[in-house]
């Protein structure tokens, strides 16, 4: 069995059943972006109540499943708009980045480009700058996500302090990866049945611009998702005869690379973790 890490899932939104099937197909570890709750929360108390259950409850239920979870706090796009609240949120952020299992800071980034989300995401980078955390980086939906994309790009280009190998934008697809690779930046493509990529796109990506500094995740959520998208991108990397090492380079060790960066990194030996230590 391949071992994997998908590294970005909400799995606030998901089953224990969800975690115990990962577990059988491979997932050694996961990381879970802040992200929006179906709905607008209404004030900093609720999100402290959510981080609070991203660093505390939530990597004991995958603990269960011997899963390692860690986690990005943030407060996200979606929610933005108001800067006001995203400026509680943002000051409340620095007491749980030492809790083992935070990663940076995450996913920040743009919704539907306005000024004001401009504001929430150069406030969240320049805490980042100034904790030293890695920065994870949700890019808009559909027509949106080109011009966010490059809004983004600037954005994190103007600051000198933004150094690109410690920042991973996800949600890249075939119009906006190169984008992201020609900066120096990480990449995550998001498997995802309608607003993201394909397995079969992401493969067709892989093939067009290689391996490095690239991943896959699922990005399950509360919508029509799927919590074995990855292990769905591995079998198609297999149909078209990839050879098991530049499968495990992409689904294992990027992940694995990019989060060695995080303050918080502690290695863990591979054969105590994941599926294979139930047998």
Request: proline fraction near 5%; charged fraction near 25%; hydrophobic fraction near 40%.
């Amino acid at each position: 069995m391949a071992h994997y890490i998908d590294p970005h899932i909400h799995m606030i939104s998901r089953t224990t059943d969800d975690y115990h099937r990962m577990a059988q197909c491979g997932c050694v570890a996961l990381s879970e972006p802040a992200f929006w709750a179906g709905f607008d929360r209404g004030s900093a108390a609720a999100f402290h109540d959510y981080f609070r259950q991203l660093t505390e409850y939530e990597p004991k239920r995958a603990a269960q499943f011997h899963i390692r979870h860690y986690c990005w706090l943030c407060i996200n796009a979606k929610e933005a708009e108001n800067v006001s609240l995203s400026r509680e949120v943002i000051a409340s952020i620095p007491e749980f980045l030492r809790c083992p299992n935070v990663l940076g800071i995450g996913e920040i980034g743009l919704n539907k480009n306005t000024p004001n989300e401009a504001i929430v995401f150069q406030e969240h980078v320049d805490l980042a700058m100034r904790t030293n955390e890695l920065i994870l980086i949700h890019t808009p939906h559909l027509e949106d996500k080109l011009k966010g994309t490059r809004m983004i790009i600037d954005m994190l280009q103007n600051d000198r302090r933004v150094q690109p190998h410690r920042v991973c934008i996800d949600h890249v697809e075939e119009h906006t990866v190169r984008y992201a690779l020609e900066g120096g930046f990480w990449c995550g493509m998001t498997l995802y049945p309608t607003t993201k990529c394909t397995p079969e796109r992401a493969v067709d990506i892989i093939e067009m611009y290689g391996t490095e500094r690239i991943m896959v995740n699922s990005a399950g959520d509360w919508g029509k998702s799927n919590p074995l998208a990855v292990p769905e991108f591995i079998l198609e990397m297999k149909r078209r005869g990839h050879p098991e090492a530049t499968i495990r380079k992409i689904v294992y060790e990027n992940p694995l690379n990019f989060f060695r960066q995080s303050n918080n990194w502690v290695d863990w030996p591979i054969e105590t973790t994941g599926a294979d230590a139930a047998k």
